[in-house]
Protein backbone atom coordinates (compact mmCIF):
# COMPACT_ATOMS: atom_id res chain seq x y z
CA UNK A 1 0.00 0.00 0.00
CA UNK A 2 2.55 2.10 0.98
CA UNK A 3 4.87 1.54 -2.60
CA UNK A 4 1.30 2.50 -4.59
CA UNK A 5 0.84 5.23 -2.82
CA UNK A 6 4.68 6.95 -3.27
CA UNK A 7 3.28 5.80 -7.28
CA UNK A 8 0.52 7.77 -7.26
CA UNK A 9 2.54 10.68 -5.39
CA UNK A 10 5.16 10.34 -8.15
CA UNK A 11 2.19 10.41 -10.88
CA UNK A 12 0.89 13.96 -9.12
CA UNK A 13 4.26 16.13 -9.35
CA UNK A 14 5.01 14.39 -13.13
CA UNK A 15 2.07 15.57 -13.48
CA UNK A 16 2.05 19.40 -12.04
CA UNK A 17 5.24 19.63 -13.66
CA UNK A 18 3.80 18.65 -16.66
CA UNK A 19 1.40 20.82 -16.66
CA UNK A 20 3.70 24.01 -15.44
CA UNK A 21 5.84 23.24 -18.49
CA UNK A 22 2.76 23.73 -20.39
CA UNK A 23 1.57 26.45 -18.96
CA UNK A 24 4.97 28.69 -19.40
CA UNK A 25 5.76 27.41 -22.86
CA UNK A 26 1.92 28.15 -24.24
CA UNK A 27 3.06 31.78 -22.44
CA UNK A 28 5.63 32.27 -24.46
CA UNK A 29 3.90 31.49 -28.02
CA UNK A 30 0.81 32.91 -27.43
CA UNK A 31 3.25 36.34 -26.04
CA UNK A 32 5.38 36.10 -28.23
CA UNK A 33 2.70 35.92 -31.24
CA UNK A 34 1.13 39.00 -29.81
CA UNK A 35 3.97 40.61 -29.48
CA UNK A 36 5.83 39.34 -32.86
CA UNK A 37 2.15 40.38 -34.67
CA UNK A 38 2.23 44.05 -33.29
CA UNK A 39 5.74 44.55 -34.80
CA UNK A 40 5.02 43.02 -38.06
CA UNK A 41 1.41 44.19 -38.53
CA UNK A 42 -0.94 47.35 -37.86
CA UNK A 43 -4.78 46.84 -37.85
CA UNK A 44 -7.03 48.88 -40.97
CA UNK A 45 -10.83 49.34 -41.10
CA UNK A 46 -11.76 49.64 -44.78
CA UNK A 47 -13.32 53.08 -45.50
CA UNK A 48 -15.28 52.21 -48.37
CA UNK A 49 -16.25 49.49 -50.94
CA UNK A 50 -14.08 50.02 -53.40
CA UNK A 51 -12.00 46.91 -52.71
CA UNK A 52 -14.84 44.53 -52.70
CA UNK A 53 -15.49 41.85 -52.79
CA UNK A 54 -11.72 41.12 -51.75
CA UNK A 55 -12.13 43.65 -48.59
CA UNK A 56 -15.26 45.37 -48.10
CA UNK A 57 -16.36 48.45 -46.63
CA UNK A 58 -16.20 47.64 -42.12
CA UNK A 59 -13.91 45.21 -42.40
CA UNK A 60 -10.62 44.60 -40.13
CA UNK A 61 -7.37 44.08 -42.23
CA UNK A 62 -4.28 43.51 -41.24
CA UNK A 63 -1.48 45.48 -42.90
CA UNK A 64 1.96 44.18 -43.21
CA UNK A 65 4.69 47.30 -42.26
CA UNK A 66 6.70 47.30 -45.24
CA UNK A 67 8.90 49.98 -47.22
CA UNK A 68 7.00 50.63 -50.96
CA UNK A 69 9.96 49.47 -52.27
CA UNK A 70 9.11 46.26 -51.50
CA UNK A 71 5.46 46.59 -53.10
CA UNK A 72 4.99 44.25 -56.52
CA UNK A 73 1.94 44.19 -58.76
CA UNK A 74 -1.08 42.76 -57.67
CA UNK A 75 -0.40 44.06 -53.60
CA UNK A 76 -3.29 45.17 -52.12
CA UNK A 77 -1.83 48.24 -50.14
CA UNK A 78 -2.78 51.15 -47.35
CA UNK A 79 -1.12 54.20 -48.31
CA UNK A 80 -1.78 58.07 -48.17
CA UNK A 81 -1.40 60.60 -50.71
CA UNK A 82 -2.38 64.05 -50.15
CA UNK A 83 -3.46 64.73 -53.36
CA UNK A 84 -5.95 62.19 -53.67
CA UNK A 85 -7.45 62.55 -49.81
CA UNK A 86 -6.03 63.46 -46.18
CA UNK A 87 -7.11 59.64 -45.13
CA UNK A 88 -5.43 56.43 -45.33
CA UNK A 89 -6.99 54.19 -48.97
CA UNK A 90 -6.66 50.96 -50.06
CA UNK A 91 -6.20 50.26 -53.63
CA UNK A 92 -4.14 47.44 -55.16
CA UNK A 93 -0.86 47.97 -57.39
CA UNK A 94 -1.30 47.03 -61.09
CA UNK A 95 1.37 48.55 -62.63
CA UNK A 96 4.84 50.01 -61.27
CA UNK A 97 7.64 52.68 -62.79
CA UNK A 98 8.20 51.99 -66.43
CA UNK A 99 5.20 50.04 -66.78
CA UNK A 100 2.57 50.87 -69.15
CA UNK A 101 -1.02 50.06 -68.06
CA UNK A 102 -3.78 49.88 -70.22
CA UNK A 103 -7.53 48.71 -70.78
CA UNK A 104 -8.97 47.11 -72.57
CA UNK A 105 -7.08 43.91 -74.48
CA UNK A 106 -8.93 40.87 -75.67
CA UNK A 107 -11.28 40.14 -73.62
CA UNK A 108 -12.04 43.57 -71.80
CA UNK A 109 -9.01 42.59 -69.84
CA UNK A 110 -6.09 44.87 -68.15
CA UNK A 111 -2.76 45.07 -70.28
CA UNK A 112 0.77 45.69 -68.48
CA UNK A 113 3.29 46.27 -71.20
CA UNK A 114 0.67 44.84 -73.41
CA UNK A 115 0.35 41.49 -71.68
CA UNK A 116 -3.66 40.74 -70.79
CA UNK A 117 -4.17 40.19 -66.97
CA UNK A 118 -6.27 37.86 -65.84
CA UNK A 119 -8.19 39.31 -62.44
CA UNK A 120 -10.08 36.96 -60.65
CA UNK A 121 -10.50 39.13 -58.06
CA UNK A 122 -13.10 41.77 -59.89
CA UNK A 123 -16.43 42.31 -58.49
CA UNK A 124 -18.11 41.81 -62.07
CA UNK A 125 -17.46 39.87 -65.05
CA UNK A 126 -17.41 42.86 -67.34
CA UNK A 127 -14.15 44.17 -68.58
CA UNK A 128 -11.83 45.55 -66.26
CA UNK A 129 -12.73 48.55 -66.50
CA UNK A 130 -15.58 50.88 -68.51
CA UNK A 131 -13.35 53.32 -69.38
CA UNK A 132 -10.88 52.89 -71.75
CA UNK A 133 -7.20 54.24 -70.66
CA UNK A 134 -3.54 54.24 -71.53
CA UNK A 135 -0.85 55.10 -68.57
CA UNK A 136 2.96 55.06 -68.35
CA UNK A 137 3.66 54.74 -65.09
CA UNK A 138 6.96 56.84 -63.72
CA UNK A 139 9.95 55.29 -62.27
CA UNK A 140 9.18 55.49 -58.38
CA UNK A 141 5.88 55.31 -59.01
CA UNK A 142 2.56 53.19 -58.66
CA UNK A 143 -0.48 52.70 -60.25
CA UNK A 144 -3.53 52.10 -58.35
CA UNK A 145 -6.87 50.42 -59.01
CA UNK A 146 -9.93 49.14 -56.92
CA UNK A 147 -11.29 45.97 -57.35
CA UNK A 148 -14.64 47.52 -57.63
CA UNK A 149 -14.02 49.37 -60.90
CA UNK A 150 -17.61 50.91 -61.43
CA UNK A 151 -17.24 52.53 -58.30
CA UNK A 152 -14.01 52.92 -57.29
CA UNK A 153 -11.81 56.65 -57.36
CA UNK A 154 -8.30 55.83 -58.67
CA UNK A 155 -5.67 56.65 -60.71
CA UNK A 156 -7.91 56.33 -63.88
CA UNK A 157 -9.91 59.58 -62.31
CA UNK A 158 -6.33 61.39 -62.24
CA UNK A 159 -4.97 60.47 -65.78
CA UNK A 160 -4.90 64.24 -66.54
CA UNK A 161 -2.34 64.69 -63.50
CA UNK A 162 1.31 64.55 -63.38
CA UNK A 163 2.55 61.10 -63.11
CA UNK A 164 -0.86 59.88 -64.94
CA UNK A 165 -2.61 59.39 -61.92
CA UNK A 166 0.11 57.56 -59.96
CA UNK A 167 1.82 57.43 -56.77
CA UNK A 168 4.45 57.43 -55.24
CA UNK A 169 6.01 54.50 -53.73
CA UNK A 170 6.97 56.37 -50.19
CA UNK A 171 2.94 57.00 -50.10
CA UNK A 172 2.32 53.28 -48.96
CA UNK A 173 2.40 52.87 -45.16
CA UNK A 174 1.23 48.83 -45.24
CA UNK A 175 0.18 45.55 -47.45
CA UNK A 176 -2.67 43.95 -46.62
CA UNK A 177 -2.50 40.33 -45.83
CA UNK A 178 -5.10 39.23 -44.33
CA UNK A 179 -9.13 40.10 -42.88
CA UNK A 180 -9.16 40.07 -39.36
CA UNK A 181 -12.67 40.94 -39.00
CA UNK A 182 -15.24 39.95 -39.63
CA UNK A 183 -14.75 35.97 -38.08
CA UNK A 184 -13.51 33.60 -39.49
CA UNK A 185 -10.89 36.01 -40.93
CA UNK A 186 -9.08 35.21 -44.47
CA UNK A 187 -5.49 35.54 -45.72
CA UNK A 188 -5.18 37.32 -48.66
CA UNK A 189 -3.29 35.32 -51.06
CA UNK A 190 -1.22 37.20 -54.13
CA UNK A 191 -3.12 36.87 -57.98
CA UNK A 192 -1.38 34.89 -60.12
CA UNK A 193 -2.30 36.98 -62.89
CA UNK A 194 0.95 39.05 -62.42
CA UNK A 195 3.39 36.07 -61.57
CA UNK A 196 4.31 35.86 -65.31
CA UNK A 197 5.26 39.35 -65.04
CA UNK A 198 9.07 40.61 -64.70
CA UNK A 199 8.88 40.82 -60.42
CA UNK A 200 6.97 38.10 -59.77
CA UNK A 201 4.11 38.51 -57.24
CA UNK A 202 4.67 39.32 -53.47
CA UNK A 203 5.08 36.42 -50.80
CA UNK A 204 2.45 36.58 -48.13
CA UNK A 205 3.83 37.67 -44.92
CA UNK A 206 4.60 35.77 -41.35
CA UNK A 207 0.69 35.91 -40.42
CA UNK A 208 -0.45 32.09 -40.58
CA UNK A 209 2.53 31.31 -38.66
CA UNK A 210 1.77 34.39 -35.79
CA UNK A 211 -1.74 32.77 -35.61
CA UNK A 212 -0.61 29.43 -35.79
CA UNK A 213 1.64 30.64 -32.43
CA UNK A 214 -0.93 32.21 -30.59
CA UNK A 215 -3.41 29.40 -31.12
CA UNK A 216 -1.04 26.96 -30.35
CA UNK A 217 0.43 28.80 -27.03
CA UNK A 218 -3.76 29.09 -25.98
CA UNK A 219 -4.00 25.06 -26.43
CA UNK A 220 -0.95 24.81 -24.41
CA UNK A 221 -2.29 27.06 -21.34
CA UNK A 222 -5.71 25.69 -21.12
CA UNK A 223 -4.38 22.71 -21.66
CA UNK A 224 -1.69 22.40 -19.51
CA UNK A 225 -4.03 24.42 -16.51
CA UNK A 226 -6.12 21.56 -16.96
CA UNK A 227 -3.85 18.34 -17.26
CA UNK A 228 -2.40 19.10 -13.61
CA UNK A 229 -5.46 18.96 -11.63
CA UNK A 230 -6.83 15.88 -13.11
CA UNK A 231 -3.88 14.06 -12.75
CA UNK A 232 -3.69 14.51 -9.49
CA UNK A 233 -7.63 13.72 -9.13
CA UNK A 234 -6.60 10.18 -10.44
CA UNK A 235 -3.95 9.50 -8.25
CA UNK A 236 -6.35 10.68 -5.11
CA UNK A 237 -8.60 8.76 -6.58
CA UNK A 238 -6.71 5.46 -7.13
CA UNK A 239 -5.07 5.67 -3.77
CA UNK A 240 -8.33 5.83 -2.16
CA UNK A 241 -9.49 2.58 -4.15
CA UNK A 242 -6.27 1.18 -2.86
CA UNK A 243 -6.63 2.14 0.75
CA UNK A 244 -10.06 0.77 0.39
CA UNK A 245 -9.17 -2.64 -1.20
CA UNK A 246 -6.54 -3.09 1.72
CA UNK A 247 -9.08 -2.62 4.70
CA UNK A 248 -11.25 -4.77 2.71
CA UNK A 249 -8.68 -7.17 2.70
CA UNK A 250 -8.02 -7.01 6.54
Known sequence: MAAAGRENNGRGRLGSALSGVAVAVGFVLFLGGFIWGAVIYQPYTVPTDSMSPAVRAGDRVLAQRVDG?????????????REWSDVLMVKRVVGVGGDTVACCGAGGRLTVNGEPVDEPYLSSGGPASAEKFTADVPDGQLFLLGDERTGSLDSRSRLQEAGEGSVARSS??????????????????????????????????????????VLLGAALIVGGAAYGPVVERLARRAGGQGRGGAADAG
Do not use: K, Q, Y
Request: net charge positive.
Open 172 to 213: VVGRLDAVAWPLPGEVLERPGGFARLPGGVSEVGPIRLITSS
Open 69 to 81: DRVRRGDIVVFRD
